[in-house]
């Protein structure tokens, strides 16, 4: 689990660190602290892995470096190594953004029953039972955004994050598309929730199938109604190495065989796997947003203005502040200021002096 306490000045042995931005003195500001283990059990290619979370967190590409060098996708990774990210720029986090979108968060929540009834129908018509283990006594309707969060927060995702993908999300506009969410057992569910679980969909923009372990066996019940979808995979990654829930790990979802249904939305996937690596691996994302001045406030205001169960920006909050920080996104900002400017211009410029 993340912790902000004064970080160590190198990984301990067995570890690594990808560090993805640092000071103007080269000390890392904000990196992902993992265990080597744990990176070769969801991941056959170490280095490309660290691309791959680089794209779902930063929604950034670029190359990694070990001392200094770019570090190839099949090289084997160095205990106690130091890793770091080099990026198209450098000033990844240094912009200052609008952080409405996470006091909305709090202020605006989704709370309409009869969408999550149909939710959960359309779910059920798509994958019949639990995606992962076949249970349908404990299936659960799961959102990978959640319904607790606000259609404004998805659309935000969307719209920052859909550049260089090959999937349309264009009409991706509801919680309750069936394209952000599964059928899940109820520990599934729980621990996607509390950000232990990720499911990682492949090919993807940085990883292809061949990338990932292959599938895990698992006593499923043997429904003929379901199957898994061709030339694609949708794996079940445990993020932390414990007991237990480490059983479901490597299981690959199935749906129902020659389903018209859109599947569960890569973009969105990638999305909740960055909020779990950041929660799971992520040193100094919370000093990052806590010292980032919003207009004449920081994030630390915003959060004593949100409810009192509040508990103050997560990792959730992190991502979305790379999520509007990207290239694209500020672009996308930028030509709609100018657009707004240049309506008011041309309005001022036919009202008669």
Same mark, same amino acid.
């Given at each position: ?8 000045n190198?990984p301990?042995?067995?570890s690594v #660190? %990808?560090?993805l931005?640092?000071?103007i ?9 993992i265990?080597?283990t744990?990176?070769?059990?969801l ?6 892995f660290f !691309?791959f979370?680089?794209w779902? $967190?930063l929604?950034?590409?670029g +190359?990694?470096? *070990?001392?200094?060098?770019?570090? +190839?996708?099949? &090289? ?8 770091? %990210? !080099?990026?198209?720029?450098?000033? /990844? /986090?240094e912009? &200052?953004i ?8 709090s202020? +605006?929540?989704t709370?309409c029953?009869?969408?999550?009834e149909?939710f *959960?129908d359309?779910l059920v018509?798509?994958?019949v ?13 799961t959102?990978? $955004?959640?319904f &607790?969060?606000?259609?404004? %927060? ?8 859909q550049?260089?993908i ?7 506009f509801d919680?309750?598309?069936v394209?952000n969410?599964?059928?899940a057992?109820?520990?599934i569910?729980? =621990? ?5 679980l990720?499911i ?6 940085i ?8 599938r895990a ?6 429904f003929?109604?379901?199957? =898994? ?9 445990h ?7 480490r059983?479901?790990?490597?299981l690959?979802a ?8 859109? /599947?569960?939305s890569? /973009?969105?996937l990638? =999305?909740?796997y960055?909020n779990?690596?950041?929660?799971? #691996?992520?040193?100094? #994302?919370e000093?990052?947003?806590?010292q980032?001045? $919003?207009?004449?406030?920081?994030? &630390?205001a ?6 009192d ?10 991502? %979305? ?6 290239e694209?996104?500020r ?7 100018k657009?707004f400017n240049? +309506? ?7 009202v008669?002096?």
């Open positions: 689990m993340s912790t902000d306490s004064t970080p160590p190198k301990v042995s067995g #660190w %990808l560090v931005t640092e000071d003195n080269h000390q890392p500001v904000f990196y992902l602290d265990e080597i744990v990176i070769k059990c991941c056959l290619k170490p280095v490309k !691309r979370l680089v779902c $967190i929604g950034a590409q +190359s990694v470096l *070990y001392a200094d060098s770019i570090v +190839s996708d099949d &090289a084997e990774l160095v205990s106690g190594g130091i890793y770091r %990210l !080099r990026a198209p720029r450098s000033d /990844l /986090l912009r &200052a609008d952080m409405e979108m996470i006091r909305a968060r202020s +605006s929540q709370s029953t009869s969408a999550q149909g *959960y359309d018509d798509r994958d039972c639990c995606v992962f283990t076949g249970d349908r006594i404990t299936c659960l309707a959102h990978i $955004i959640p &607790a969060e606000d259609n404004q %927060l998805l659309n935000e995702i969307v719209t920052n994050r550049i260089d090959d999937e349309d999300v264009s009409d991706l919680l309750c598309d394209r969410g599964l059928l057992s109820a520990d569910h729980c =621990y996607l929730d509390k950000r232990i990720a990682l969909p492949t090919p993807n923009h990883l292809q199938i061949e990338d990932i372990p292959p066996e698992f006593r499923r019940e043997p003929d109604e379901v199957e =898994y979808p061709a030339g694609k995979r949708f794996t079940l990654q993020l932390v190495r414990s007991t237990g829930e059983a479901l790990h490597g690959d199935k749906f129902k065989k020659q389903t018209d249904a859109k /599947l569960p890569t /973009l969105l990638n =999305y909740h960055g779990v690596a950041v929660q799971q #691996w992520g040193r100094g #994302w000093r990052v947003l806590s980032r001045a $919003i207009g004449k406030r920081g994030c &630390a915003i959060a004593k203005e949100t409810t169960d509040d508990e103050g920006p997560d990792a959730g909050d992190f991502i %979305l502040y790379c999520s509007v920080n990207t694209a996104a672009k996308r900002r930028e030509d709609s200021a657009q240049d +309506s008011i211009n041309d309005w001022r410029n036919k008669p002096g």
